[in-house]
Nanobody, 122 residues
Framework: QVQLVESGGGLVQAGSSLRLSCAAS????????MAWFRQAPGKEREFVAT????????FYADSVKGRYSISRDNAKNTVYLQLNNLKSEDTAVYYC???????????????WGQGTQVTVSS
């Protein structure tokens, strides 16, 4: 079992930056693909970014490409999401997930955190 806890969300102005962290416990996540998803009010959960076990494969949603950056530190059992040049449409609850394959589909992720709120004011 893996427990995931997100942190780093908050209320910021458009154009600002945030760094989200996802701390894992229970076992090492070095054998897991890790991802970030987000869910805005009234919308379905959507893919944001994913990183493979060794960090060699990374995918981003088109809406965040060039502004967000995913990384991982397996020694610290933590995954990060750097959010730059935030826009109002980035407002959502951001979830961390662990799974077997670095894909955009939620189906490949077994473990999920509780989420951290990101609110961007324009």
């Amino acid at each position: 079992q893996v427990q995931l806890v997100e942190s780093g969300g908050g209320l910021v102005q458009a154009g600002s930056s945030l760094r989200l962290s996802c701390a894992a416990s229970g076992r090492t996540i070095s054998r897991d693909a890790m991802a970030w998803f987000r869910q805005a009010p009234g919308k379905e959960r959507e893919f944001v970014a994913t990183i493979s076990q060794n960090g060699g494969t990374i995918f981003y949603a088109d809406s965040v490409k060039g502004r967000y950056s995913i990384s991982r530190d397996n020694a610290k059992n933590t995954v990060y999401l750097q959010l730059n040049n935030l826009k109002s449409e980035d407002t959502a609850v951001y979830y961390c997930a662990a799974g077997t394959l670095a894909t955009k589909s939620t189906w490949h992720y077994t473990y999920w955190g509780q989420g951290t709120q990101v609110t961007v004011s324009s």
